[in-house]
């Protein structure tokens, strides 16, 4: 018999065991959360080895290495928080999965960013500043100090949920640094009052266009008794509508520079590319809707395909208009390093948009999901056919206002398509005519496309817009400028007093 004595529990060993597996568990969930800013942090230093090779032997070398490093900064809380709203709608209404939007975005952005951002320098001085108002040592300051506090608040902006124009962001940095490094008379405050402007200009028109959008789409498609022969007959025509606007609006944003057409011409291409899809689309769209049942489950099909292709001319727009707001700044230090010139060169080094294409896209994938769940998901629900509303929207607004010439957002209009689309909704709802008599015709059955649950609470929760993210972005949106621009202005200070 054996007499040795029973131990109650896991012996020591087993014990001290479970301690290093649970250790290991914690380290790992702690290293997962560590594992994006040490890859942004890596992607700096690269930037900056990149630069050291171009400038190692030229003047300025250190200073334009720094530059590097702020650009790339810069560029990645672009993509993190900017390049999120041309992907969105098409992750929210499901036609795109998280990955496969994050590599689209990432890379047309990419292609945007080299085959047409070229013109970056003018992009981003817009005149705002005139360079040649101060030294180029003060340039430079002025410039390092605009590109830092711009790339603090669109990151502070970013992990509080809020998608700002990062155009306005760098705006603001640069309008702050002059003022400082210059005085008032060196800013265009005209342009200025112009930029205000679209502060309410670009989500209102947004939301606008989207609503009307989505209210033509629910009255000639959704309500309607055969809604596949409807399909037929007026998909075909929003898609023409799409081609057109989008091609228009590449002609006449990122485009611009290398074409140089004009808005007319511009519009005249748009319309024959829209009537080329409508006739290509039509027998396209005929065939995809055989055997489909007459339920809305079926018109989602016929908008995904469209729908990515918006969100791939977006984010090609995005990234040939947006890199400008990383590496402008890089430029203009590059230039006036180099050449004791206090003026912006019209010829951008290539290592400096690379830094800015690459770096849109590094920041898009380590931190991009977190406001494409919220843009996309969290505002209102979207279903592929609100999400074309919101994309066919931000073209069709930079049409409108380029043709009065007013300067826009396309982050305060995609966002503001969204809200657009929620707050019709919320009416549509509740007032429209054609939606009770579908009702009625159903025998009072509540159309599920609209109304997944008959509790109140439910349907408030899941399908209004939902009113915290909207005052968390408006503020954001309200305090971007001046924000960016004290925070400048104080930077630049504290660079002037130490180096002046």
Known sequence: MDNTPTRLGKPTLDKDLDKLTRLEEATNFISRGLLAPGIGLIFLALAMIVAGAFVIDRPGAAV??????????????????????????????????MAAALAIAAVFETLGAMLAGGDVVSTISEGIVAPSSMPPDTLIRAMLAALLSAAVWINAATWLGAPVSTTHAIVGAVMGAGIAAAGTDSVDWKLMSGIATSWVASPLL?????????????????YRDDKIAAARRWVPVLIGLMSGSFTAYLLISPLEHLLDIGFGTSVLLGLIAGALTYAASHPFIARQSIGLENRNQSLRRLFRIPLIISAALLSFAHGANDVANAVGPLAAIVHAAQTAQGGFDAIVPQWVMLIGALGISVGLLLFGPKLIELVGKDITKLNPMRAYCVALSAAVTVLVASAFGMPVSSTHIAVGSVFGVGFFREWYTRNSRRRLEYIRKRGGIIDLEELEDRNPDEIRRRRLVRRSHFMTIVAAWIITVPLTAMAAAILFSLLNGLFG
């Not at 702020?70 to 098409?90: F, H, Q, R, W």
């Open 206 to 222: 947004g939301g606008v266009i989207a609503a009307l959008l989505l209210f033509f789409i629910k009255e000639t498609i959704v």
């Open 64 to 97: 334009i290495v720094a530059a590097a490093a702020l650009a790339a900064y810069m560029a990645m809380n672009i993509g993190a928080n900017d390049v999120t709203n041309n992907v969105s709608p098409a992750v929210g209404s499901r036609a795109l999965s």
